[in-house]
């Protein structure tokens, strides 16, 4: 199966990205990788997102994924569209195994020990922590951590700029999912992307220490 740890290691931070104007799509996802941060998770939480996958997979540097992937027929749909891995709120055995068979890198939510291992006896080992804040931040994630010490997270949910250095500073987080770096209020609906912003804010991510 196609290892997700790469993707993880590439930034310290993955854009979680809810594109509703496909014309943004592609200065958004130029903002980001020229900002340091190339992989790109566009979830699948409005109408045009397979079509943004497709549209900032142009962008030189830019390496998409998936996010909100429910079920083997999105996995289909957001393969075809160009996503080079995939992430999912939860996780399922139909959802895992379609993945598995797909050779896709895939990261799978979890906010439980049984999450957990039912992940690994599918032979995965890297999770997404999701809703992180929600389900105890930090302090909850150790507390996981600490019996799975070959697992590695990235944490989503309530992960801001303010708390992420906290929680990239445990060895069991490879890097954090965070839709601070992409606010609404720089890509208004019917508008240009404020890309000068944006690009800032990323490099600011880029440049955490983990």
Do not use: Q, Y
């Given at each position: 199966m196609a290892n997700i740890r790469e993707f993880m290691e590439a930034a310290p931070v993955i854009?979680?990205?809810v594109v509703q104007?496909?014309?943004q799509a592609i200065p958004l996802a130029e903002a980001?990788?020229?900002?340091?941060?190339?992989c790109l998770?566009?979830?699948?939480?409005?109408?045009c997102a397979l079509d943004a996958i497709r549209e900032m997979a142009k962008v030189p540097g830019a390496i998409l994924g998936a996010g909100t992937v429910l079920n083997p027929d999105q996995l289909d749909a957001v393969m075809e569209a160009g996503a080079k891995f995939v992430v999912s709120p939860g996780l399922?055995?139909?959802?895992?195994?379609?993945?598995i068979a797909n050779d896709i890198a895939f990261l799978?939510?979890?906010?439980?020990?049984?999450?957990?291992?039912?992940?690994?006896?599918?032979?995965?080992?890297?999770f997404k922590f999701f809703p992180a804040e929600?389900?105890?931040?930090?302090?909850?994630?150790?507390?996981?951590?600490?019996?799975?010490?070959?697992a590695?997270?990235?944490p989503t949910g309530g992960v801001s700029a303010k708390n992420a250095p906290e929680y990239l500073a445990h060895p069991s987080i490879l890097c954090v999912g965070g839709s601070w770096v992409a606010p609404g209020e720089a890509m208004p609906m019917g508008g240009p992307v404020d890309k000068a912003r944006i690009e800032t804010l990323a490099r600011e991510a880029a440049a955490l220490p983990r």
């Open positions: 854009p979680v990205l104007d496909i014309d980001l990788v020229a900002g340091g941060l190339p998770e566009v979830t699948l939480r409005t109408p399922t055995e139909t959802l895992g195994k379609a993945a799978p939510g979890i906010a439980t020990s049984a999450d957990i291992m039912r992940g690994m006896d599918m032979g995965l080992s890297h929600a389900n105890g931040g930090l302090p909850a994630l150790k507390a996981l951590a600490a019996p799975f010490h070959e590695r997270f990235c």
